[in-house]
């Protein structure tokens, strides 16, 4: 109860700075630098405690399985319950209300309305005639993909082969001294 409390005030004191800060956008500039760093490093520092885990280690394959199996769970059921909830709901993939009417209506008025499926100017033509919008998204994905996979192996590395063969000597020298 009393770190659900701590959560709590430190969310409604972050939201309150945050309101009384938010004008001056221009003085926090680094700061997302600042917390990307302080992320890679709580990744880095998880990476070498679990790498320098026997048990994490020995049963690594077992929860990379496992993890993948609940993910591939968690995206299909997301992908399968929000197709139902469009259908029941009765909206299209951009989530405009479906109505018999609309869909008569641009039946009739198919060459009349071509001017709302022109592409949008920062849009690329690719093949077939369809358009894809210029996006730094996807690669926006990969750089934060790449931030947490390779401090992660990083710190696991270090904590397999730094750290855990330490511990193991320190062992063996504690059995062989008593």
Same mark, same amino acid.
């Not at 490093?41 to 405690?49: A, H, K, N, S, V």
């Not at 997301?78 to 993939?93: E, G, I, N």
């Given at each position: 109860?009393?770190?659900?409390?701590?959560?709590?005030?430190?969310?409604?004191?972050?939201?309150?700075?945050?309101?009384?800060?938010?004008?001056?956008?221009?003085?926090?500039?680094?700061?997302?630098?600042?917390?990307? !760093?302080?992320? $890679? &490093?709580?990744?880095? /520092?998880?990476?070498?405690? %679990?790498?320098? =885990?026997?048990?994490?280690?020995?049963?690594?394959?077992?929860?990379?399985?496992?993890?993948?199996?609940?993910?591939?769970?968690?995206? !299909?059921?997301? $992908? &399968?319950?929000?197709? /139902?909830?469009?259908?029941? %709901?009765?909206? =299209?993939?951009?989530?405009?209300?479906?109505?018999?009417?609309?869909?008569?209506?641009?039946?009739?008025?198919?060459?009349?309305?071509?001017?709302?499926?022109?592409?949008?100017?920062?849009?690329?033509?690719?093949?077939?005639?369809?358009?894809?919008?210029?996006?730094?998204?996807?690669?926006?994905?990969?750089?934060?993909?790449?931030?947490?996979?390779?401090?992660?192996?990083?710190?696991?590395?270090?904590?397999?082969?730094?750290?855990?063969?330490?511990?193991?000597?320190?062992?063996?020298?504690?059995?062989?001294?008593?």
């Amino acid at each position: 109860m009393e770190t659900l409390l701590l959560y709590y005030t430190a969310m409604i004191l972050g939201y309150f700075l945050a309101s009384k800060v938010r004008n001056n956008k221009e003085k926090f500039n680094k700061l997302d630098e600042i917390f990307n !760093g302080l992320i $890679v &490093l709580l990744i880095l /520092l998880m990476g070498i405690r %679990m790498g320098s =885990d026997q048990k994490v280690i020995s049963n690594l394959g077992m929860i990379g399985f496992s993890s993948v199996v609940v993910s591939v769970l968690v995206v !299909g059921f997301s $992908v &399968l319950f929000v197709s /139902l909830a469009r259908k029941v %709901m009765r909206l =299209d993939k951009q989530a405009n209300p479906i109505s018999k009417k609309t869909e008569i209506e641009f039946s009739y008025n198919k060459f009349e309305d071509i001017e709302k499926f022109k592409p949008i100017e920062d849009s690329l033509a690719i093949e077939g005639g369809k358009y894809q919008e210029k996006s730094s998204q996807s690669n926006n994905n990969i750089f934060t993909l790449l931030i947490v996979i390779i401090p992660l192996i990083i710190g696991l590395a270090i904590g397999y082969l730094v750290i855990l063969p330490s511990d193991i000597k320190e062992e063996h020298l504690n059995l062989v001294i008593c």
